[in-house]
């Protein structure tokens, strides 16, 4: 579990960033829409899909690609954006069973209908890797349960998310979807409590997320996944701060030799978040008048 000095680390940043949303929410949410290529982008490139974020970027403005795609993965990238969308226009949804049914169907409308916002059942095995998915005459159950606990959860927010993650991917409730849906929940359970929506970069998925399914399985621990989530929070929140103070934003490769400061060095410092970069289309970025104490 995370220690008390990075959660008084997050509430602070909590603090600062609702203190500068007021007046300022219709920027935030444009923030957000503005984040949604980048987040499909990723979300589907963790499954393996083949579009770019430029192609992703091109797909939901309306555009054409220059080059011919799986018509699958077109309707992925839609289908993904239009539930993002839907959670930044409705926020305030409780989580429940018949809201993930509700999301699977949009998720895989024009894909795979037959399945389509339902569960597993009868002799639906599903198989990723290694790992079964739970039996599939107990998923709906399994997933009423997993709602249930989540709701009545008096945990650190950050570990009853990312412990519901774990759980869900764990069950692996449906044919198909599942973690891009896993990934839009843990988005839908922050902006149900007020806090932006995180990225998971599929640059760094075979180190710093697949393995942390692995560990669960057998370990049943989920402080690894409520360490990555920390730093993702704190990067999202860092983000907003930024954006609404900050008189000039720069690329952190920049700021680090305007500040004679090593580009691996500060990198490193990001990705610990002990510096308030972010990442703006896959690049680290930062103010540009930010001065480490």
């Not at 949303?21 to 957000?32: F, P």
Request: proline share 3%.
């Amino acid at each position: 579990m995370i220690n008390q000095t990075t959660k008084d680390k997050i509430t602070e940043l909590q603090r600062c960033f609702f203190e500068l949303s007021k007046g300022n929410e219709q920027l935030l949410k444009e923030i957000a829409i503005a984040e949604i290529p980048e987040m499909v982008y990723n979300s589907n490139a963790i499954e393996n899909s083949t579009l770019t974020l430029e192609d992703t970027e091109v797909i939901l403005t309306g555009g054409e690609l220059q080059r011919k795609v799986n018509i699958r993965e077109v309707f992925e990238a839609k289908n993904l954006a239009k539930i993002t969308e839907m959670l930044l226009e409705n926020p305030n949804q409780n989580l429940s069973t018949n809201l993930i049914l509700d999301l699977h169907k949009i998720l895989l409308t024009n894909i795979e209908d037959d399945i389509a916002g339902r569960f597993r059942s009868g002799k639906e095995w599903v198989r990723v890797g290694n790992h079964l998915g739970a039996n599939p005459l107990f998923v709906n159950g399994l997933m009423q349960e997993l709602v249930d606990n989540y709701n009545d959860d008096n945990r650190y927010f950050l570990d009853k998310i990312a412990h519901f993650h774990l759980e869900f991917e764990t069950i692996h409730p449906f044919g198909d979807g599942n973690g891009r849906l896993g990934r839009i929940l843990i988005n839908q359970q922050l902006i149900k409590i007020g806090l932006p929506p995180v990225i998971i970069q599929n640059k760094s998925k075979h180190t710093d997320y697949y393995p942390l399914f692995s560990k669960y399985q057998v370990t049943m621990k989920f402080d690894g996944f409520t360490s990555l989530l920390t730093l993702l929070l704190q990067e999202a929140l860092n983000k907003r701060i930024t954006m609404l103070t900050a008189k000039k934003i720069i690329p952190l490769s920049v700021w680090a030799k305007n500040n004679n400061l090593k580009g691996n060095s500060v990198v490193n410092k990001a990705k610990r978040q002990t510096i308030p970069a972010f990442r703006l289309r896959e690049k680290w970025m930062i103010d540009e008048n930010y001065m480490e104490s």
